[in-house]
T-cell receptor
Framework: EAQVTQNPRYLITVTGKKLTVTCSQNMNHEYMSWYRQDPGLGLRQIYYSMNVEVTDKGDVPEGYKVSRKEKRNFPLILESPSPNQTSLYFC????????????FGPGTRLTVT | SQQGEEDPQALSIQEGENATMNCSYKTSINNLQWYRQNSGRGLVHLILIRSNEREKHSGRLRVTLDTSKKSSSLLITASRAADTASYFCATASMEYGNKLVFGAGTILRVKS
């Protein structure tokens, strides 16, 4: 089954404790992206990757890091999480950045206290 | 304001009725996409309509695109309780480079 998986699905952590949210897709997609979704602010792009070893900032990259060492994986790293990073996070993948539909993961609900 | 804005923000209808949601945008686009999100879950792609297309259908969904007015509409016919969700339009535009720009969404509630 074609899918994007994220782990963990739920995470409660404390300020400053480094964490990684994993994202994996099995569709051989070149494009992958991370979004955060906050009430009233909609879906905002954090980082995206056009292909292996190619990443770029989205609209709200501050406080986040990503890497794309393999085509299928695109982890999101919060080196020193802060409460304003409490949000619902989605990973997505696609054949290309905008010409085709994006497939979304189930989401990771992160709470930073 | 955002590139894509949905209207209305919320819509409540009875099962069996039709639901229409609108999306307006500011720049010229390559394509416009509609997604559905059930509460707290990942977005699911519904329809992609390219700038040279005017109308597309998928089951009970009908999407129109009017590039002269920079607007699109999503019509769900004979709605069901299971259609209760948030609906987002997303635009792909040269002006915004390698990303889709999502609107804030329309919350649809279908009462049974």
């Amino acid at each position: 089954e074609a899918q994007v998986t994220q782990n963990p699905r739920y995470l409660i952590t404390v300020t400053g404790k480094k964490l990684t949210v994993t994202c994996s897709q099995n569709m051989n997609h070149e494009y992958m992206s991370w979004y955060r979704q906050d009430p009233g602010l909609g879906l905002r792009q954090i980082y995206y990757s056009m292909n292996v070893e190619v990443t770029d900032k989205g609209d709200v990259p501050e406080g986040y890091k990503v890497s794309r060492k393999e085509k299928r994986n695109f982890p999101l790293i919060l080196e020193s999480p802060s409460p304003n990073q409490t949000s619902l996070y989605f990973c997505a993948s696609s054949l290309s950045a905008t010409r085709w539909e994006q497939y979304f993961g189930p989401g990771t609900r992160l709470t930073v206290t | 304001s955002q590139q894509g804005e949905e209207d209305p923000q919320a819509l409540s209808i009875q099962e069996g009725e039709n639901a229409t949601m609108n999306c307006s945008y500011k720049t010229s686009i390559n394509n416009l996409q509609w997604y559905r999100q059930n509460s707290g879950r990942g977005l699911v792609h519904l329809i992609l309509i390219r700038s040279n297309e005017r109308e597309k259908h998928s089951g009970r969904l009908r999407v129109t695109l009017d590039t002269s007015k920079k607007s699109s509409s999503l019509l769900i016919t004979a709605s069901r309780a299971a259609d209760t969700a948030s609906y987002f339009c997303a635009t792909a535009s040269m002006e915004y480079g390698n990303k889709l720009v999502f609107g804030a969404g329309t919350i649809l509630r279908v009462k049974s």
